[in-house]
């Protein structure tokens, strides 16, 4: 799986939080239906962190994770 990070168990924050990390589509991918089944109830979402802007909405969650060094994330939030 090679850039993958899982951040499984969000700290929800501000209704909202980081579930996984990857530079891989196909990983990304995998891990946001991962999410749906999961967090059913929830607004589930890829956001392409490599977008400065995108990349400080999500770097609010949780200032400790590397999100420089990932491509996408999988957001959770509360609805």
Not at 6 to 27: Q, R, W
């Amino acid at each position: 799986m090679g850039s993958f990070k899982s951040v499984f168990g969000p700290v929800i924050t501000n209704n909202a939080g980081v579930f996984c990390l990857s530079n891989s589509k196909e990983e990304i991918d995998s891990c946001y239906q991962l999410a749906k089944r999961l967090y059913n109830g929830f607004e589930i979402q890829i956001v392409d962190i490599s977008d400065p802007l995108e990349r400080f909405d999500v770097i609010q969650f949780d200032p400790d994770i590397p999100f420089y060094t990932f491509r996408y994330a999988v957001i959770i939030r509360a609805e």
